[in-house]
């Protein structure tokens, strides 16, 4: 059975820092597209980073420069640090690995 575990979601004043981090028990991960969604409220879900098998990165425009996605084959996890947090990143978080959906886990900034 697949599981995708986040862990690291809270409450943080804007410009602090957070970590994401999402285990998987999920066979293929090194041959998947690993990455992090977020769906804040009344809007839509949106990309926030990815990173694939290549290791090769993709950001939303918003993040760009404050978060920095990482993946571990071994460990087959995919970690999210999130510096200079705004309230604009309030969101429930989502991993995701290849086809795979973990079940969010909130953020909140806010003083």
């Known amino acids: 059975q697949v599981q995708l575990v986040e862990s690291g979601g809270g409450l943080v004043q804007p410009g602090g820092s957070l970590r994401l981090s999402c285990a998987a028990s999920?066979?293929?991960?090194?041959?998947?597209?690993v990455g992090w969604y977020r769906r804040a409220p009344g809007k839509q879900r949106e990309l926030v980073a990815d990173?694939?098998?290549?290791?090769?990165?993709r950001y939303g425009n918003s993040v760009v420069g404050r978060f920095t996605i990482s993946r571990d084959n071994v460990e087959k996890t995919v970690s999210l640090q999130m510096n200079n947090l705004e309230p604009e990143d309030t969101a429930v978080y989502y991993c995701?690995?290849?086809?795979?959906w973990g079940q969010g886990t909130q953020v909140t900034v806010s003083s």
């Open positions: 995701i690995v290849g086809s795979y």
């Open positions: 990173v694939g098998t290549n290791g090769s990165t």
């Open positions: 999920v066979s293929i991960f090194s041959r998947s597209v």
